[in-house]
């Protein structure tokens, strides 16, 4: 018997049962080093009919939710026991066990009716058998089913969601996942409740694959696939192909391997609810800063309200169009504008984007803006004149004192300093010239220009 088992467990086995009682009902167990005294059970027949639940936990038959990760559960038990001991249970985490069976999944699934969310993540899920399909109903309020990194197959994804037609949420990542294999896909069954689906890391690199995603979740609005190794999104265009992305709001394909700004303007297409994109990780806009990449995608989709978590306010938007429509004139003239495609003299220009028309319409065509230097001078030229003597050009260091340049002076005339005297003459002013008195005042506060006069003087 393990320690803390109420019941006899099979050899390498433990049923969810046991691990449920093992956790949230045994008492610990006594610890010889203290002091326990004996308590006499007033009424003996409480333990008999009551479960008991360690000290300070809410029973078990009241818990809303269950974590057991890691400790080994291999198959449910007795459902009818199950459902008894914990009646109220809406959230099962059951991650890192050694559930291999897909028929314990549905027999948990039948014995807690109450049951919203179960995270089976890190179970080594077995490919299904004929025995495993069940007529028993599911837990009919089941919205969240993961399923993260079981190897779970297509065919399995595919018996559960015919016996639950009201899950909302289904998360898929890690399962090594090269296609989508969906029988519905192609015969126009479909499941209209899911509304959020997770498969990011798998190996999917085809959009068409996505595409079966869309067929058998029309109602989908968020679907997370990063860590795919996407290359291309394709254009819906016309003849056969379909938008199966109508009601899709949310998409995220970070760390892909989309890098040409026709898949994004694809999305315009393909996706017209789309108002969230994730496109972090990618080699898309590699040749251009973070900002201006930013502005490259924001452009191309007109509804797009939040980009990369971030939101996309008015202001943005505005800015984003009009660096596209130069960077598009800057391509043409061959100015090393990347956002509407690098392009090489010697090839072919690379087509507009698709929204540039429109953009040229709202905006016209805009001139290129000037780089304007703000930063504060540090030199001037001035003219030197020594006593009367013919002037002479000399550049200043504008950072240095009054004191310093005095230095400098007695240096070029062969003078100590101290028997100068200087006066600053502005050209622009009428006022004359100006002694500079104060010693320890820097020169660029007087606002000197190149051109004015510097009066030397012996005192």
């Known amino acids: 018997i393990r320690k803390g088992a109420w019941v006899m467990a099979s050899e390498g086995e433990l049923s969810l049962e046991e691990a449920i009682r093992d956790k949230y009902c045994s008492e610990p167990a006594a610890d010889a080093s203290v002091f326990q005294p004996a308590i006499p059970i007033v009424t003996k027949g409480i333990r008999e009919w009551a479960v008991a639940q360690r000290p300070g936990c809410q029973p078990i038959q009241q818990r809303s939710s269950i974590v057991l990760d890691k400790v080994g559960v291999s198959h449910v038990g007795e459902g009818a026991e199950l459902g008894q001991l914990c009646p109220q249970v809406q959230e099962a985490y059951l991650r890192g066990n050694r559930i291999t069976d897909c028929k314990h999944v549905l027999d948990l699934l039948v014995a807690l009716p109450r049951l919203s969310l179960l995270d089976l993540s890190f179970n080594p899920l077995l490919p299904l058998t004929p025995h495993t399909i069940t007529t028993s109903p599911l837990s009919p309020s089941l919205s969240t089913l993961i ?41 126009n069954h479909t499941h209209n409740a899911l509304r959020h689906l997770h498969i990011n890391e798998n190996r999917i690199g085809q959009w068409s694959e996505f595409e079966k995603l869309g067929r058998v979740f029309p109602n989908l609005q968020k679907l997370v696939a990063s860590g795919n190794p996407l290359q291309r999104i394709s254009d819906v265009g016309g003849g056969d192909r379909e938008r199966v992305f109508e009601r899709l709001e949310c998409l995220n394909v970070n760390r892909s391997l989309v890098g040409d700004w026709r898949s994004i303007e694809a999305l315009d297409a393909a996706c017209v609810s789309l108002t969230s994109l994730s496109v972090m990780e990618a080699p898309l806009g590699a040749g251009l800063g973070e900002k201006e990449r930013r502005f490259a995608v924001i452009a191309r989709l007109p509804r797009l309200l939040q980009l990369n978590k971030s939101s996309v306010n008015e202001g943005e938007r505005e800015d984003a169009e009009r660096w596209l429509i130069r960077d598009v004139a800057a391509t043409a003239a061959g100015g090393g504008g990347q956002g509407g495609g690098a392009c090489d003299p010697k090839t072919t220009p690379p087509p507009l984007p698709r929204v540039y028309p429109a953009l040229v319409e709202r905006y016209g065509q805009l001139d290129p803006l000037v780089d304007v230097d703000l930063s504060p001078r540090k030199t001037v030229s001035l003219e030197v004149s020594f006593q009367g003597n013919p002037s002479v050009i000399r550049d200043v260091d504008l950072d240095q004192s009054v004191s310093s340049l005095r230095k400098w002076v007695g240096k070029q005339f062969g003078r100590r300093p101290s028997s100068l005297r200087l006066h600053y003459h502005e050209l622009e002013r009428y006022q004359g010239p100006c002694e500079l008195g104060y010693s320890n005042r820097k020169l660029h506060s007087y606002a000197m220009k190149d051109g004015d006069r510097l009066y030397v003087d012996l005192k």
Not at 151 to 176: F, G, R, T
């Open 147 to 187: 399923f993260n990194s079981t190897n779970v197959s297509w065919k399995m994804v595919e018996a559960i969601l015919s016996l639950l037609p009201q899950l909302q949420e289904l998360q898929l990542c890690k399962n090594e996942y090269s296609c989508v294999e969906l029988y519905h896909a192609h015969n």
